[in-house]
């Protein structure tokens, strides 16, 4: 009779364990880059260059790199799949980074850990994410997108150096931001217009600059 009892609790904890790993989200990392930019190539492949080894070392994800202006960073891991191309110029650097990931994406859509995995987080590829292990693994699961902190609700801006977002949403939000402008502006609207779930992530220590101004964002 213990016996009996015994491995019908063993079976209900299988099975909570199972029901729970399923409602867990199943996460992969896109990072964007792009070397030959200005007269800024070497400083950006090495930074692009510790960011990935960062990502790979101190994370367990899978990461998928898109490169836009066809340099190889001849990086190999079995946690890596590194795309390189050469992007036509776009009348800005957000549409030039839809236009990026859609790529991409249009390459890994066959790849089991892409189709197995719920949702993705886009990160800038000069920036790594320190804990982010942690943050994923401890915030509500199961919502439409996550997102960075820094936001201005007058100008309906909401920054993109980092986003989680449901994987079946995305490739809808790129189309809007090739077709009509500014990821922050077209962000901000695809959440409200959609009446996504969402919750903030962040803030992460950081130290390195924007590409284009030159912040520091100390609070990324």
Avoid at 105 to 129: A, E, P, Q, S, W
Avoid at 160 to 172: A, H, P, V, W
């Amino acid at each position: 009779m213990r016996l009996f009892y015994k491995r019908k609790q063993q079976k209900q904890n299988k099975q909570n364990q199972n029901k729970e790993n399923q409602n867990k989200n199943k996460w992969i990392i896109l990072l964007t880059i792009a070397v030959n930019v200005n007269d800024e190539s070497e400083y950006r492949k090495n930074l692009y260059k510790r960011q990935i080894l960062n990502w790979l070392r101190y994370t367990n994800y899978y990461i998928y790199v898109i490169e836009s202006t066809g340099v190889d960073l001849n990086i190999t891991h079995e946690r890596l799949k590194f795309v390189s191309f050469e992007l036509p110029k776009l009348a800005s650097s957000s549409q030039g980074e839809a236009a990026s990931i859609l790529h991409i994406l249009n390459i890994i859509k066959n790849d089991t850990l892409y189709i197995d995995c719920t949702h993705i987080l886009k990160v800038t590829g000069r920036y790594f994410l320190h804990n982010i292990n942690g943050v994923l693994n401890n915030c509500v699961p199961d919502l439409d997108v996550y997102i960075q902190h820094h936001h201005h609700h007058s100008i309906e801006w909401q920054n993109t150096e980092y986003f989680g977002i449901r994987k079946m949403l995305l490739e809808n939000f790129l189309l809007t931001v090739v077709n009509e402008g500014l990821m922050e502006h077209k962000f901000y609207e695809f959440i409200i217009k959609n009446k996504l779930k969402f919750i903030r992530i962040g803030p992460f220590v950081n130290n390195v600059e924007r590409g284009g101004d030159k912040l520091i964002i100390r609070q990324l």
